[in-house]
């Protein structure tokens, strides 16, 4: 599991017990955690969980344990972090080698750990308390379901994925025979832009912008009346025209709330598929779309993909700085495709000719 401050939530969830706090830390997450550790804390100043961090734990021979703890530790404060609550989940080992490795790291850095738990799918063991009545060497049975947590989550329309494999799934690259054909479907499309520049001329750049809204305009209609996903011709050449911001902005004025799913869907097929170098635009397409469906998990994830590609990527950015400050889906003051053709219009002298079409 990768470091991350983890995205805020679009309602409060009050932990008053080692249950409650259990109950949340899948809706605080995104995802179900399994043999893993993590570190939720708060800045100190309104008792808020504002930070969410963990690694997958190693054996305990492994030399690399320490490093990865005191990465995560230094991770936490830089984020502001100044008292934490660590959690194990899994067998004994490795995850208690896990849980002991962070606390210390967390300590050494001045960081105050107020609880330290190993947390099995029906009990959890504390390593902060030694009295045998609450927290007995066999450990506490639980059942979340005691908690009021889950219940005001759902109200509040929070989803919870099986596990972080299946969120990562939304983004991960293909591989196998899709990515060859992909790779070959890559190379083709590179060489038709080029080739649509030479032909054009002087108004090389504004055919490929033209033949760019075109494509877009094309993909998403189609994604919307439920046709199946872009074939990898399709995907490699959109691909490559969404490499100019006034491509990206027709796909992104595009996404309106009333087709959510589609766009999600649409993005994360073609996220997926695309050649690595042009992951940017999709990915940060993927993230909006995601965000807009109050699905912060996947809107993070997916920024994190344009961000490996482009780490100043602009619309990537813009997005992580929405889901990571809270600011609710519904006061984006967006831009429709009218205002964009009507402020950034495409010349129609620039239009492709027949025969360069998708």
């Known amino acids: 599991m990768?470091?991350?401050?983890?995205?805020?939530?679009?309602?409060?969830?009050?932990?008053r017990t080692p249950v409650d706090l259990i109950a949340a830390v899948p809706y605080l997450i995104g995802f179900h955690p399994e043999d893993c550790v993590l570190v939720l804390g708060t800045d100190g100043r309104d008792n808020a969980i504002n930070f969410a961090a963990g690694y997958t734990p190693?054996?305990?021979?492994?030399?690399?344990?320490?490093?990865?703890?005191?990465?995560?530790?230094?991770?936490?404060?830089?984020?502001?972090?100044?008292?934490?609550?660590?959690?194990?989940?899994?067998?004994?080992?490795?995850?208690?080698?896990?849980?002991?490795?962070?606390?210390?790291?967390?300590?050494?850095?001045?960081a105050a750990v107020a609880e330290t738990l190993r947390v099995t799918k029906d009990r959890y063991w504390s390593y902060e308390c030694a009295n045998p009545v609450c927290c007995p060497a066999e450990g506490v049975v639980y059942d979340v379901h005691r908690s009021t947590i889950p219940a005001t989550a759902v109200a509040a329309g929070l989803r919870v994925r099986a596990s972080r494999e299946e969120l990562l799934a939304l983004v991960a690259p293909v591989g196998g025979a899709r990515r060859a054909a992909m790779t070959r479907a890559t190379r083709q499309?590179?060489?038709?832009?080029?080739?649509?520049?030479?032909?054009?001329?002087?108004?090389?750049?504004?055919?490929?912008?033209?033949?760019?809204?075109?494509?877009?305009?094309?993909?998403?209609?189609?994604?919307?009346?439920?046709?199946?996903?872009?074939?990898?011709?399709?995907?490699?050449?959109?691909?490559?025209l969404l490499v100019h911001p006034r491509v990206r902005d027709e796909a992104w004025a595009?996404?309106?709330?009333?087709?959510?799913?589609?766009?999600?869907?649409?993005?994360?097929?073609?996220?997926?598929?695309?050649?690595?170098?042009?992951?940017?635009?999709p990915a940060a397409l993927l993230?909006?779309?995601?965000?807009?469906n109050d699905d912060p998990f996947l809107a993070d994830v997916a920024v994190d993909r344009?961000?490996?590609?482009?780490?100043?990527?602009?619309?990537?950015?813009?997005?992580?700085?929405?889901?990571?400050?809270?600011?609710?889906?519904h006061r984006w003051e967006g831009f429709t495709p009218d205002w964009l053709a009507e402020y950034a219009p495409i010349s129609e002298e620039a239009t492709p000719q027949a025969g360069h079409g998708n």
Do not use: N
């Open 2 to 15: 990768t470091t991350q401050k983890h995205p805020r939530l679009p309602v409060r969830l009050s932990v």
């Open 306 to 329: 344009a961000l490996e590609v482009d780490p100043e990527y602009s619309m990537a950015r813009l997005v992580r700085r929405a889901v990571r400050y809270g600011l609710p889906p």
């Open 254 to 281: 595009h996404i309106d709330r009333a087709h959510l799913t589609h766009h999600v869907g649409l993005w994360s097929h073609v996220l997926r598929h695309v050649d690595p170098d042009y992951a940017a635009a």
């Open 287 to 292: 993230g909006f779309a995601a965000w807009q």
């Open 58 to 110: 190693l054996t305990t021979a492994d030399p690399l344990l320490r490093e990865l703890a005191d990465s995560l530790a230094r991770s936490f404060l830089e984020q502001g972090g100044r008292r934490a609550v660590i959690l194990g989940y899994g067998p004994e080992e490795p995850a208690v080698a896990g849980l002991f490795a962070v606390r210390d790291r967390l300590a050494s850095h001045g």
């Open 189 to 240: 499309a590179e060489e038709r832009c080029a080739r649509l520049r030479r032909e054009a001329g002087d108004r090389g750049e504004a055919a490929v912008i033209a033949e760019g809204v075109r494509t877009v305009r094309t993909v998403v209609a189609a994604a919307l009346d439920g046709a199946p996903p872009p074939k990898p011709d399709t995907v490699a050449w959109l691909s490559v």
